[in-house]
């Protein structure tokens, strides 16, 4: 008989934001309202700029003339779109990412959770709990719920950001600015990470898929703003919160030649040729119309239609937070991210606060249980929606609470 992957028999039953789409189905299907709010799935609500959209067609317009269709395109991204990155992602921050360090791909969320298919499986992985659910199932998934995922505990005591580990850890994921509770790392704290991670000689997994919505100069947007970042972390980025590629699909990951792991026997290996053999195996490359569309972000007109894009985001973020600040609510987050992280009214948990906001408010939210036990009695909402919906979704808090 053939066997299964019984760590998949670990996980919950199902992925989060498809468990909250289910329960909003079955209420629809109950109460059939039109004017539901949704502020639960980081899901843009924009447009794509029109500088986007022109590139898109001219590369459609490209693929159908035989002198300039192309098919396969090459695994880590084209150069174009690379070099681009290269320039203005990073060395014009003052950073030293070369584009061959630079792998294009899909998402950040097959990237964050493909890492581990080079990574060894006896590796104590650190986790922030609560946390984006991809790393944790996708870790799950790999090395199943064994004593070797170390939890973090980041609750409001902490002000939601994780302590060093006093164990012993190989590889661990953060997130920052932090999808669920929108808190920051400063310079000074990520610098910590860095230097416990290289003295340990341990990996460190930077998601900075919402560096976009950094305000504040003094919060880093890249990890290898910190001094010999380079030798020990892999760094994550996205154009789906920045550019509004939720649905284009495009990312790309930084994985520093510098950065190398030591075999049993004392030889040195770079990651930066294991990913790149990870991804020619198992990854095609992104599309070429799509590469065009993210090559367009960094002109000097998408600089400034994503730069709208995401002040637009963070006038809701505020609305938002500020709004339930004057309710006298904690709040958390909403200031150098689009998601804003509250603790439940009335000490509702998670849930009992989601369902009573969309039966009563008519507003999706995510509960922040499904982030983590530490969410437990929190609840996260987006500023991905309408300034109008935004405004009506506080009008209709205030009213019920
Ligand atoms: C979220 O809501 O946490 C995000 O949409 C997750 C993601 O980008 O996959």
Redesign the pocket.
Known sequence: MFRINENFLNLSESY??NQISKKVDDFISYKPVTDLIRL????VTLPLPSSIVRSMHSAVNEMSTIETFRGYGPEQGYSFLRERIAEVDYSQRGINVSPDEIFISD???SDTGNIGDILGDDNVIAITDPV???YLDTTIMRIGKSGKILLLNCDEERGFLPELPNEHVDVVYLCYPN??TGTVMTKQELKKWVEWSLENGSLILFDA?YEAYIQDENIPKSIYEIENADKCAIEFR?F??NAGF?GLRCSFTVVPKSLMSKLKNGSEVSLNNLWKRRQSTKFNGTDYIVQRAAEAVYTAEGQIEVGEMVNYYMHNASIIRNSLLMKGWTVFGGENSP?VWLKCPHELDSWAFFDQLLNNCHIVG?PGVGFGSNGQGYF?M?AFNSHEKTEEAIRRINTNY
């Open positions: 989060l934001f639960g799935i980081g899901d998402g950040s969320k984006y659910p991809v999808n669920p898929a996205s789906s919160k939720t998601y995510t996260r987006t």
